[in-house]
């Protein structure tokens, strides 16, 4: 018989086994035997593997999750890029558009002034134009009303107004005795209008030129020029004023 001490190899080779009545025999009790090792073999390896498995699962997840993170914050960064060049065309716009509205009211506002400058001008123009024909009409209503200057204005008009009445008929000039006493007037009247016979009126008014054509005749007179002219200047006025 042999002699196994403890902590000698060969007692791992040792087999348990029982005796077995009947038909049983060894080898089963050694399956039996052998199945039961290998069971808790295999359990204990399984214990052991398993924290490792786990460390690669969360070093998985963990490298899932950090580029999930990293996506996330790429998305955020171009959210934010996108915003930013939004909020620059919309600040843009708007102050365009700020821009746009405040030159339309400087020109709305200018326009107002040019406008008023333009209606005071007018009105000031009017003033003048209305003062203006005042003081014509009065300077006229001297020089044409001064009996004193009848005289030498009868010799313009008869002078004017032969000149323009050349191809006409004229048969003669009539004037005031009161304007032409003299031959000296007389002479000098002539000398202006030529050929053409004077007829010294003592019935005429002063400032009277009178031509006689066959078919009725021209009245030059001074006095009626005067009350003309100032019926036309007093029109003028009265538009002017009306403006």
């Known amino acids: 018989m042999s002699v196994v001490k403890p902590g000698d190899g060969a007692a791992a ?115 003048q134009r209305s003062l203006a024909i005042d003081i014509a009409r009065a300077t006229m209503g001297q020089i044409l009303g001064d009996a004193s200057n009848h005289l030498a204005l009868v010799n313009e008009t008869a002078a004017y107004w032969k000149d323009k009445l050349a191809g006409a008929a004229v048969l003669k000039l009539r004037v005031s005795s009161a304007d032409f006493a003299d031959a000296y007037a007389i002479e000098e009247l002539q000398a202006g209008i030529g050929n053409l016979d004077i007829q010294i009126d003592d019935e005429l008014k002063t400032g009277a030129c009178i031509f006689d054509l066959q078919l009725g005749e021209v009245d030059a007179s001074i006095p009626l020029q005067a009350t003309r002219a100032d019926a036309v200047l007093a029109e003028h006025g009265v538009e002017a004023g009306a403006a």
């Open 13 to 127: 080779s040792i087999r348990p086994f029982r005796f077995l009545g009947g038909d049983g025999d060894v080898a089963t009790a050694e399956r039996s035997a052998d199945a039961t090792s290998g069971s808790k073999n295999t359990g204990s390896a399984g214990t052991q593997d398993r924290p490792e498995d786990e460390r690669l699962v969360l070093a998985r997840r963990i490298s899932e999750l950090e580029a999930a993170l990293r996506a996330a914050q790429d998305d955020a960064a171009k959210e934010r890029d996108a915003a930013r060049e939004k909020g620059h065309q919309e600040g843009h716009k708007k102050g365009l558009a700020e821009a746009e509205t405040k030159d339309a009211e400087r020109l709305e506002l200018l326009r107002k002034a040019i406008e008023a400058a333009q209606a005071d001008t007018l009105k000031s123009l009017d003033q």
